[in-house]
Nanobody, 121 residues
């Protein structure tokens, strides 16, 4: 019943910026931890950035200082602002959320479908 819908991916030149959005919808009571992961071709999925319900953030070393994760609890949305993009940032980006639902009452892990980010050199 809960769905994460991503947007904002695309093709950008090195040095450019993109802003990814992931909006959760459905029978949501609250959003707990939210994260962005990415998976490059031939690579394992890796954590890019995470944000707790209290707003604490954590970033992979490779993106620290360039990416910013944020959330808007009213909109049930998590964002990933990506600046100074590099070709090595090319990957499918996935959002994740641990969500407490209302109907039925409970919690669960939810993933977006992924959005392609391609950074050209």
């Amino acid at each position: 019943q809960v769905q994460l819908v991503e947007s904002g991916g695309g093709l950008v030149q090195a040095g450019g910026s993109l802003r990814l959005s992931c909006a959760a919808s459905g029978s949501i009571f609250s959003l707990n931890a939210m994260s962005w992961y990415r998976q490059a071709p031939g690579k394992q999925r890796e954590l890019v950035a995470a944000i707790t319900s209290g707003g604490s953030t954590n970033y992979a070393d490779s993106v620290k200082g360039r990416f910013t994760i944020s959330r808007d609890n009213r909109k049930n949305t998590v964002y990933l602002k990506m600046n100074s993009l590099k070709p090595e940032d090319t990957a499918v980006y996935y959002c994740y959320a641990h969500i407490r639902t209302m109907k039925p009452l409970g919690t669960g892990d939810y993933w977006g479908q992924g959005t392609q980010v391609t950074v050209s050199s």
